[in-house]
């Protein structure tokens, strides 16, 4: 690593900012770009979710102590944060600090990253050519020149689509007016728009859950609201989750009471439904399925989960599963049909490293397309990434994380573990908080926020 040159830290949300820290701890200089107008931007749009995860698993060591000192005092360790308090009383407070406000640049987007004056093709010496990274300002676009680039983007801004096979379903781009934001504040912010109205709930995972228990609250209000969900898979199982076995009681409990809900009939189910096409007209929209059924909303929701922005990261020299769109050594072990957020080993910058030197993807992105992310596995990323960029080997390859069992957290599109938890829960967690999307109850982030989300 070119040592008198800082470190690109793409994201500064919560595993972005602290990468910021562990490299400050390091005597290494980072430079923070955040594409929103503040750290937490993309958490800013979940504020409403709470995490399934409490607070020991969303704060870093090294951004703590960074902070203690200020006088911050730490949120009570068992209590379960929505987005908005882990913005206002963790997020903002560490992003004011002079050590990372004179680093942050916000307003700021990554479009591209690339080696200074040579492309993906040459290798000559490649390993020894700062990077280049081009940025969008208000007023600019700007390259910087730096040793190494940790990506912690999260993809918030870019979700799955509603259609089956990857793809938008047919009509879904001209029907946007039709679709809702991914966890929408149906209550609150967003209330007009789904108050009285059908609306439908796309996806399986905790995004879908507390969106769908957030819309029976808004019912008892708006009796003239209708609730409809619908699943690619043939039945919710998954979504219910592990009840009393799940090891965050707030995530069951969300699993338990989404069952109740369906059976009551107060949430229409509909299963095996793979969304073919989206007809958008005055009295709505008509979404159809591949075996001919079709269903009528005014609003729908996809809670479809999240894939990488990889795009900006073309000329750089990646190794990635081409499955889940995660570093090779990592996808086998977050496969989303085999593994859940408590089940992947900790890793560091040895699982995560590339054939680009001193180019990392950590956080939510380094999971790619697979949802089960929690906040705690990106802060331990982002350690032993500062200790490889630092040089001290040791340290970078000896990675130690505990992590809650999740009972049932694998899932199809649209699951996350550290999403954010619907309101009427006991203890709420919703948000992105296990995975990477918010819940009822968080572990980490939204789907792509299992631990916070707008920089992963």
Request: aromatic share 8%; with cysteine; net charge negative.
């Given at each position: 690593m070119i040592q008198h040159l800082p470190v690109a830290?793409?994201?500064a949300g919560p595993v972005g900012l602290a990468a910021a820290a562990h490299l400050l701890e390091r005597g290494l200089e980072p430079v923070i770009f955040e594409a929103g107008s503040s750290a937490g931007a993309a958490i800013e749009q979940w504020r409403h979710i709470r995490l399934f995860s409490p607070w020991r698993f969303n704060l870093d060591s090294a951004a703590v102590r960074l902070l203690e000192p200020t006088g911050w005092k730490s949120p009570r360790p068992t209590a379960l944060p929505y987005g908005g308090e882990l913005i206002d009383d963790y997020l903002t407070p560490l992003a004011e600090l002079p050590a990372i406000a004179s680093r942050l640049q916000t307003g700021a987007r990554v479009t591209a990253v690339?080696?200074?004056?040579?492309?993906?093709?040459?290798?000559?010496?490649?390993?020894?050519t700062p990077f280049l990274v081009r940025v969008e300002h208000s007023d600019e676009v700007r390259d910087y020149t730096v040793s190494a680039v940790i990506d912690a983007s999260g993809t918030w801004s870019t979700r799955n689509p509603l259609g089956t096979s990857g793809l938008p379903a047919l009509g879904e781009e001209r029907a946007t007016r039709r679709i809702s934001s991914p966890l929408p504040d149906v209550s609150g912010r967003d209330r007009t728009a789904f108050a009285g109205r059908r609306v439908l709930v796309v996806g399986a995972g905790h995004s879908a859950a507390n969106t769908l228990i957030n819309l029976v609250q808004l019912a008892k209000e708006e009796p003239e609201t209708r609730i409809l969900w619908a699943i690619r898979g043939a039945s919710a199982e998954k979504v219910y989750g592990g009840g009393d076995a799940d090891g965050l009681p707030a995530r069951g409990q969300l699993g338990s009471r989404l069952r109740r809900l369906v059976e009551s009939g107060t949430i229409e189910l509909h299963?095996?439904?793979?969304?073919?096409?989206?007809?958008?007209?005055?009295?709505?929209?008509?979404?159809?399925?591949?075996?001919?059924?079709?269903l009528a909303a005014d609003v729908v929701v996809p809670c479809t989960g999240f894939r990488p922005e990889l795009d900006m990261l073309r000329e750089l020299r990646l190794d990635l599963d081409p499955a889940?769109?995660?570093?090779?050594?990592?996808?086998?072990?977050?496969?989303?049909?085999?593994?859940?957020?408590?089940?992947?080993?900790?890793?560091?910058?040895?699982?995560?490293a590339?054939?680009?030197?001193?180019?990392?993807?950590?956080?939510?992105?380094?999971?790619?397309?697979?949802?089960?992310?929690?906040?705690?596995?990106?802060?331990?990323?982002?350690r032993s990434v500062a200790a490889a960029l630092a040089g001290d080997q040791l340290a970078a390859d000896t990675v130690h994380l505990e992590l809650p069992e999740t009972g049932v957290c694998s899932s199809d599109a649209g699951t996350s573990c550290d999403v954010p938890a619907v309101a009427p829960l006991a203890p709420q967690l919703e948000a992105s908080g296990c995975c990477s999307t918010p819940e009822p109850a968080f572990v980490g982030f939204p789907t792509g926020l299992a631990h916070g989300r707008s920089g992963s």
């Open positions: 830290v793409i994201g690339t080696r200074a004056g040579i492309d993906k093709t040459h290798v000559r010496d490649r390993d020894t299963t095996g439904f793979g969304i073919r096409s989206l007809t958008d007209s005055e009295d709505g929209a008509t979404i159809s399925s591949g075996d001919g059924r079709a889940v769109e995660a570093p090779t050594e990592l996808g086998p072990l977050i496969d989303p049909e085999f593994h859940s957020c408590g089940t992947v080993p900790p890793h560091g910058a040895k699982v995560l590339h054939p680009e030197k001193d180019f990392y993807i950590v956080g939510m992105k380094s999971y790619g397309r697979a949802p089960t992310f929690l906040l705690a596995t990106g802060y331990e990323q982002v």
